[in-house]
Structure formats: structure tokens, C-alpha cells
């Protein structure tokens, strides 16, 4: 089968696609016909070695995968049965959905719900999902637009574009902040009512600002965050998604303990499967297909690397899907 594997090198590591043996898929009782994968960021930094996301050579890649299941030991599936895979070390330390098959264990899968396609689920993947989850987190902690605003960073992107429609359909009034101002009217359509430039917030700031949003969802870490939560309505709260300028987190205690901020970490990894069916359940439910269309381009499993330079460069609007042949 073909498949995008990652080797260590001396100078760190490099993909290629590769002709790979079946039998030497990694262990687990339930086999999938990959039809779908997707390039996340963190692809990105796994194909181009920028950061040390894969943690086993050889690896195949591909955070997340969509497909049939072909065979299983697990009682919970049946061949046939449509499947979506995000997380669980794949990419890291178990082989991913950049391959015509993915073996993994069945606890991993969540059965898709009838209204998604294989396409539709690779088309929200990780970044869809984790959004989903940051929502989620904001309405667990008990926020609702009657509370104020809600900003989301890294709006363009993919976290930070369902964020959008995802808050949007809930109620919210909500403030996309980004570095391409260019896409305004394609962030308007997603649902934002005001655009705020990345530059506002990319620097340090004061430790407590003037109050401006009651929720936040935040893809960029750093500077950015600390804003972000320095910024934040009493009783407010920001979910932490990802590091898209820094891991670092310059901030101070005085959000936390003068206005009750909270800081919400996203972990879409190893999330409990509870959590995660009630999320594709969510986007079952409440994603507008023709929306989905508009954040999402599908490409051919050759430009997977291509894709996965140009992620980290920030010139992909959205999402990719990437169909496994
Ligand atoms: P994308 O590349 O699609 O989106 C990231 C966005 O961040 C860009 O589109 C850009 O938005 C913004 N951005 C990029 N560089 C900078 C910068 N230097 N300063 C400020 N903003 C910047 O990636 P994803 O949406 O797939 O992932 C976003 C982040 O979330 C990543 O760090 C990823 O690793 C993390 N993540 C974490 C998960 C978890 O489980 N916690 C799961 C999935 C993703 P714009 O152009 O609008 O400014």
C-alpha cells in the first residue's frame, strides 16, 4: 500500500511517500480502509520536522483519518462500519492515516453520525473537533452570549475558523482576530462581527487590560494568550488550544485572581471517547454544510508535503482534505 513515511536522518528527519507491507502495520484489533486524511499543523511540524512531533521511526504520518472499517476483533465494530480516528499518538507513536490502511486499537474510533461523510469529517478533522471541544469547555464553564463577547485568535485557520461558525451558531457575538485582514469578508461569512488585527495583541501587554470579551478561543499561545486572558470580562474564560506563536506563556496571576479568569487547556488527544462522540455528535448537528464547503479544499495524497510547508508558512485558509487513493 502506499504510504507517507517519516525517517530519522542525521540532520532530523524527512518524508517521502513509500510502498509499505501491510503486515507491518502497528498492532490493534480493528483494521480501517483509510479514504480521507487531512494536513493539521501539526502535520505540518511532523512532515517537516520543525518541531519533534514524531516520536518512533520509521512513522506514517496523518494526525487523523476517515474510512471503512474492514476488519475487527472489537465487538463495537463491523466491517462496513464508517469510522473517524483523531489523536491517540498517531503521527507520534503510532503509525497515522497517511496510508491506504490504518491499524489502531478500537477505542480509538468513533463511529461517524449518519448525516457526515468521510469527506465532511476530514473536512472539520482535528482542527473541527478541537474546536468543538473549546466550545464545549467555554459552555461547561457555564458562558453564554449574554455574557459578552467571544474572541477567537488564529481566526483563518482551522481551529480558529469552525470556532467561528461553531460560536456563531450558538448566539455569540464574535471577534476574529487575525493576521490576514484580507480575508475579512471570508471571516464575515464564517460569523464574525468585528475583525481585530493580530498585531494588537501579538505583543506584551499590561497584566490586567480593559475588559473585553467574556470567552476566548485561542490557537496562537504566547503573547497573544496572555492578552487574551488579560483582556477577559470577570469570570470570563479562554480555551487554550495550541502554540501557533509560542509555547510560551508570558502572563500574570492578576486576571486569575482579580477578575476570576480561567484558563481552559484543549487536549484533543487524548480525550476521553465520552466527550469525543458527544463532539462529532455537536457538528452533526449544528455545522452548515454549504460553510464547510467554503473553509475546505481537497487535494490529491501527492501534495500532502506540499501542503504541509505551506501550513506552517500560515497561507492555508481553512482546512484541507487530502483523499487517500
Ligand atoms: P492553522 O495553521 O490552520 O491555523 C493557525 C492560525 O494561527 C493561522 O492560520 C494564523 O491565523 C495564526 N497564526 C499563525 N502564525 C501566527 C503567529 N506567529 N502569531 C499569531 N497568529 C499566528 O493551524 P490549526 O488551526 O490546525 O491549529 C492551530 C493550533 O492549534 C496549532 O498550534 C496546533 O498545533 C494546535 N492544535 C492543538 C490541538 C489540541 O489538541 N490542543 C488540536 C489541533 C490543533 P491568521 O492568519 O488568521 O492570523
Not at 528527519?13 to 501539526?42: C, I, Q, W
Not at 457555564?142 to 480558529?160: E, Y
Amino acid at each position: 500500500m502506499k504510504a507517507l513515511r517519516i525517517d530519522k536522518t542525521d540532520s532530523g528527519s524527512s518524508a517521502a511517500f513509500v510502498d509499505f507491507y501491510e503486515g507491518a502495520l502497528m498492532p490493534g484489533n480493528v483494521t480501517v480502509r483509510v479514504s480521507h486524511s487531512t494536513v493539521n499543523y501539526k502535520d505540518g511540524l511532523a512532515i517537516t520536522g520543525r518541531n519533534p512531533v514524531v516520536r518512533h521511526f520509521p512513522m506514517i504520518g496523518g494526525i487523523d483519518f476517515a474510512g471503512t472499517v474492514e476488519t475487527s476483533d472489537d465487538a463495537a465494530f463491523a466491517p462496513g462500519d464508517r469510522v473517524v480516528c483523531n489523536g491517540w499518538g498517531l503521527s507520534e507513536t503510532h503509525f497515522g492515516g497517511y496510508a491506504e490502511k490504518a491499524r489502531v486499537k478500537g477505542d480509538w474510533l468513533v463511529r461517524l453520525p449518519d448525516s457526515l461523510s468521510e469527506h465532511d469529517a476530514m473536512a472539520v478533522g482535528t482542527a473541527g473537533y478541537t474546536a468543538t471541544l473549546a466550545v464545549m469547555a467555554l459552555e461547561r464553564h457555564g458562558l453564554t452570549p449574554a455574557d459578552g463577547p467571544a474572541v477567537v485568535t488564529g481566526a483563518a485557520g482551522g481551529v480558529g475558523s469552525f470556532s467561528l461558525m461553531l460560536l456563531k451558531k450558538a448566539g455569540w457575538h464574535c471577534l476574529a482576530v487575525t493576521g490576514r485582514t484580507a480575508e475579512a469578508d471570508y471571516l464575515r461569512d464564517l460569523g464574525a462581527a468585528e475583525i481585530v488585527e493580530r498585531a494588537e495583541l501579538s505583543e506584551r501587554g499590561k497584566p490586567l487590560g480593559k475588559e473585553r470579551w467574556a470567552a476566548g478561543v485561542d490557537s496562537v499561545g504566547s503573547f497573544t494568550l496572555a492578552n487574551l486572558v488579560a483582556q477577559l470580562r470577570r469570570g470570563g474564560a479562554v480555551a487554550a488550544c495550541g502554540l501557533a506563536q509560542g509555547m510560551d506563556l508570558p502572563a500574570s496571576v492578576a486576571p486569575f485572581i482579580l477578575r476570576g479568569a480561567a484558563l481552559l487547556g484543549i487536549d484533543s488527544v487524548y480525550c476521553p471517547r465520552a466527550r469525543r462522540e458527544e463532539a462529532w455528535a455537536r457538528l452533526a448537528r449544528d455545522l452548515d454544510r454549504d460553510k464547510l464547503a467554503s473553509v475546505t479544499r481537497t487535494i490529491p495524497f501527492a501534495e500532502v508535503i506540499d501542503a504541509a510547508h505551506a501550513i506552517l508558512e500560515g497561507t492555508i485558509r481553512g482546512r484541507v482534505v487530502v483523499t487517500i487513493p
